[in-house]
């Protein structure tokens, strides 16, 4: 049986820009979205419907954000990447995954990495966004913005793993500490 997500979601999107990546006929009969029109299978709210429902229907399969995977020990296999290697989700291999993006990502960060090139990247990845503004009219407001982000980039990558997050590779650091230098 194959269990999605009921509600509209950015784990969604992930999972159907990817399938979209590598099946032509899954681009064209479902397309990728945050809710999409499922051609078969049961839908299960957020990532607790999706696991409940696996976890009680047996031979069946479905998807969920990777940090809900690992902080809930559930069982998951390797998919196919890019280069034809499978690969197991796991913090490294979405850092690969981010870092095989970084080289034609564009100056606003609009990039799925999905399937994205690397030996060891993790095809079904994304990054976590923010959405900040250029301009920031209040001046003390801008400088504790840009200092958070900042330390987002340095010391808190520190702290990104314990939580079940992926670094970002250094390539992407670099990308994004130009950014936020840019904040007028």
Do not use: C
């Not at 999972?15 to 809710?35: I, N, P, Q």
């Not at 999409?36 to 479905?62: A, R």
């Amino acid at each position: 049986m194959v269990v999605h997500r009921s509600d509209g979601s950015g784990t969604t999107y992930i999972w159907t820009d990817y399938l979209s990546k590598v099946s032509a006929v899954w681009k064209e009969k479902v397309g990728r979205g945050t809710s999409v029109n499922w051609p078969v299978g049961l839908g299960g709210k957020g990532n607790e419907g999706v696991s409940g429902l696996v976890k009680q229907t047996p031979y069946s399969i479905g998807y969920v954000e990777l940090v809900y995977a690992i902080q809930n020990q559930l069982p998951h296999g390797l998919v196919k990447n890019s280069v034809g290697k499978f690969v197991k989700a796991d913090l490294s291999t979405v850092t690969a995954a981010a870092a095989g993006a970084a080289n034609p990502m564009p100056d606003d960060f609009r990039v799925s990495i999905t399937d994205a090139p690397g030996r060891n990247a993790y095809p079904i990845s994304s990054f976590t966004w923010l959405l900040i503004p250029s301009r920031i009219a209040d001046d003390g407001k801008k400088q504790i913005i840009k200092d958070f982000l900042q330390w987002m980039m340095s010391e808190g990558q520190n702290l990104v793993e314990p939580l079940s997050y992926a670094r970002l590779p250094k390539e992407v650091v670099a990308k994004e500490l130009k950014a936020i230098s840019l904040i007028e």
